[in-house]
């Protein structure tokens, strides 16, 4: 006999699709998992070309994957694709709002993004400060003294944002805030190299900031 799945009895029904149903959503999962597991791979052999490929299947069968939306973001911005790689850690954040690496890697690529010349002044703004927002942010979920890499980029970023509001020929031009970012920048570097007096990049960046000062203030003294 030959039964029609729409007028046969509902329990006999279920039993019918319920089996399809079951094996569509294992095939899946085996699908996202080896997707995820072949990203990973390719995350740790450094093919980010690859491992972008394997990450953007795994995320299209589960968009709430938080560790393969965090590889595909680090892939990305390994990749230069920096745009792509904001969007992604902008979805992982919405995950864990808590992954302060998340904000960290974000930050890195807006700062890029922040820098490139290709980048219009208007974007450039929102790209710098958002940096800085995001590494505040990193900081304030892991604001541990030993790990300096928040503090570091977060006074890199200060000090992008400060010459950019520095420069004169610019409709963004500020001189109070490029200062103050300037500022900011070196006390950021210095809370760094006081935990590590050993530290001469930091030293370095510290003087790269202060220079900057010293010229925006005989800059502002020769115009008066």
């Not at 997707?35 to 740790?44: C, E, L, N, S």
């Not at 990305?76 to 709002?97: E, F, L």
Request: with cysteine; net charge positive.
């Amino acid at each position: 006999m030959i039964y029609n799945l729409f007028t046969i009895n509902p329990l006999m029904r279920l039993s019918v699709i319920l089996p399809f149903l079951l094996l569509s959503t294992i095939e899946t999962t085996l699908a996202q998992s080896a997707y995820v597991k072949m990203g990973q791979q390719a995350v740790m052999d450094g093919d980010f070309r690859s491992a972008v490929a394997h990450l953007e299947k795994a995320c299209i069968t589960d968009s709430t994957n938080a560790n393969a939306l965090w590889m595909l973001g680090y892939s990305y911005y390994h990749s230069d694709n920096y745009k792509k790689s904001i969007a992604a850690y902008t979805r992982v954040i919405a995950i864990k709002p808590a992954d302060a690496t998340a904000y960290y890697y974000r930050a890195r690529a807006k700062s890029y993004l922040g820098k490139d010349n290709q980048t219009k002044d208007a974007d450039k703004e929102l790209y710098l400060l958002g940096a800085i927002v995001d590494l505040t942010k990193a900081i304030s979920i892991n604001d541990d003294p030993g790990d300096s890499k928040y503090y570091q980029n977060r006074g890199i970023a200060y000090r992008d944002y400060g010459m950019f509001k520095l420069q004169t020929n610019s409709r963004f031009y500020d001189r109070s805030r490029g200062i103050n970012s300037l500022k900011a920048s070196v006390a950021d570097l210095e809370k760094i190299l006081n935990a590590n007096p050993g530290r001469n990049d930091i030293a370095a960046l510290i003087d790269q900031s202060k220079e900057k000062l010293t010229q925006a203030s005989l800059t502002a003294a020769t115009k008066h």
